[in-house]
């Protein structure tokens, strides 16, 4: 008993340290990304600090696994290097028993990592993608910065409001886009008493809408101009590609995800079962991959461990992919029973080997 707390404790340790550097890491460099957004206009400032704290709990569900995978490696490491493997073995502890010892603070870890990814993640995505979707964030928020003109679509999109109320209305716009043409470059001017961003629930998707204004388009240099006033004029925003669909599925809760039959939805699913999952399977392989002695040490060995892990997480992404294209929960199970075969046959090898050997003899 008294070995299996030592051990236990030994790995969440060295798994608390690695994962506090994973986490300063990933929070540094997300949090780098966004106020470089908050810099351009990309992102409302008074945003940024939500939206991050929303984010955490979808930071540790892919950080637990990996901390504790290489927290693992390097506190059985440890054992093997201070030769205190020998006496555990002298006492009887075998691999088997040593994989059970392991096991106990990765399902410990593991149950962690399902509360994260199956109910405290998709909360606090949802909490975050209603900031992102709100009219003052995302590239709405270009179009809303009192007092300056802002380029966008790399220079071909300008636009300019004179003020912006606190409910995001704005006052006195201008717009200028340039579309290219056989002819030349085709330039489109309006100006608008108000405009704000519309959010349409049915969609999703959020459109400029100009109130009592002018719209002039026409070809520079000839007499080729159109000129229209409006009482109402709306536009829709791009989304940037990739990112909509995904925030959205993130943000979904898992008990809906559980009653869709959308592919996208069941990928999302599957996903999020499979990261607890994981774990006590790269426990066994870290166990398995933390053979070492005093001559090499303890991070001998962390370079391929590394690398079958990165392998294991790309494969269970190509899964995901195989899924939304029509595949079924098949795929991430084999995936799981490959990796756990693996993990046993390199738990077992110095056994396997010493029987083939004995046998060949």
């Given at each position: 008993?008294?070995?299996?707390?030592?051990i236990?404790?030994?790995?969440?340790?060295n798994?608390?340290?690695?994962?506090?550097?994973?986490?300063?890491?990933?929070?540094?460099?997300?949090?780098?990304?966004?106020l470089?957004?908050?810099?351009?206009?990309?992102?409302?400032?008074?945003?940024?600090l939500p939206?991050?704290?929303?984010?955490?709990?979808?930071?540790?569900?892919?950080i637990?696994p990996l901390?504790?995978f290489?927290g693992?490696?390097?506190?059985?490491?440890?054992l093997?290097?201070?030769?205190e493997?020998?006496?555990?073995?002298?006492?009887?502890?075998?691999?088997?028993?040593?994989?059970?010892?392991?096991?106990?603070?990765?399902?410990?870890?593991?149950?962690?990592?399902?509360?994260?990814?199956?109910?405290?993640?998709?909360?606090?995505?949802?909490?975050a993608?209603?900031l992102?979707d709100?009219?003052?964030?995302v590239?709405?928020?270009?179009?809303?910065?009192?007092?300056r003109f802002?380029?966008?679509?790399?220079?071909?999109y300008?636009?300019?409001?004179?003020?912006?109320?606190?409910?995001?209305?704005?006052?006195?716009?201008?717009?200028a886009?340039r579309?290219?043409?056989e002819?030349?470059?085709?330039?489109?001017?309006?100006?608008?008493?108000s405009?704000?961003?519309?959010l349409?629930?049915?969609?999703a998707?959020?459109?400029?809408?100009?109130?009592?204004?002018?719209r002039?388009?026409g070809?520079?240099?000839?007499?080729?101009?159109?000129?229209?006033?409006?009482?109402r004029?709306?536009?829709?925003?791009?989304?940037?590609?990739?990112?909509s669909?995904?925030?959205?599925l993130?943000?979904?809760?898992?008990?809906v995800l559980?009653?869709?039959e959308?592919?996208?939805?069941?990928?999302?699913?599957?996903?999020r079962l499979?990261?607890?999952?994981l774990?006590?399977?790269?426990?066994?392989?870290?166990?398995?991959?933390?053979?070492?002695?005093?001559?090499?040490?303890?991070?001998?060995?962390i370079?391929?461990?590394?690398?079958?892990?990165?392998l294991?997480?790309?494969?269970?992404?190509?899964?995901?992919?195989?899924v939304?294209?029509?595949?079924?929960?098949?795929?991430?199970?084999w995936?799981?029973?490959f990796?756990?075969l693996?993990a046993v046959?390199?738990?077992n090898?110095?056994?396997?080997s010493?029987?083939?050997?004995?046998?060949?003899?």
């Open positions: 008993m008294r070995i299996r707390r030592y236990a404790h030994d790995i969440l340790v798994t608390a340290a690695v994962c506090t550097v994973l986490f300063l890491v990933v929070f540094s460099s997300r949090f780098m990304s966004y470089g957004q908050a810099a351009v206009g990309n992102l409302p400032a008074d945003v940024l939206v991050m704290l929303f984010k955490l709990p979808s930071f540790f569900e892919l637990v901390g504790f290489i693992t490696l390097l506190a059985i490491g440890r093997y290097t201070d030769s493997m020998v006496v555990l073995r002298a006492c009887g502890v075998g691999p088997g028993k040593l994989a059970s010892f392991v096991i106990v603070p990765a399902l410990v870890a593991s149950c962690l990592v399902a509360v994260l990814t199956l109910l405290v993640s998709p909360l606090g995505a949802e909490r993608q209603i992102l709100s009219p003052r964030s590239e709405g928020l270009q179009v809303m910065t009192p007092g802002r380029k966008q679509r790399d220079g071909d300008v636009t300019y409001a004179e003020s912006v109320d606190e409910s995001g209305v704005m006052n006195n716009v201008f717009v886009e579309q290219p043409s002819r030349g470059d085709r330039l489109t001017i309006t100006f608008a008493e405009g704000a961003i519309r349409d629930e049915s969609s998707t959020r459109y400029f809408e100009l109130r009592n204004g002018q002039f388009r070809l520079p240099g000839t007499p080729e101009f159109e000129a229209a006033q409006f009482a004029y709306g536009e829709l925003i791009p989304e940037q590609a990739g990112l669909g995904a925030r959205r993130s943000a979904i809760e898992s008990s559980w009653h869709s959308n592919a996208k939805e069941r990928a999302e699913l599957y996903w499979s990261l607890p999952t774990l006590p399977i790269v426990a066994l392989m870290a166990l398995a991959l933390s053979r070492t002695d005093a001559r090499r040490g303890r991070f001998a060995r370079g391929m461990a590394l690398l079958l892990f990165l294991y997480f790309i494969a269970l992404t190509q899964a995901r992919t195989a939304e294209d029509g595949a079924g929960i098949t795929v991430f199970v995936v799981h029973v990796f756990a693996l046959v390199q738990l090898w110095e056994r396997l010493l029987r083939s050997r004995r046998q060949t003899a």
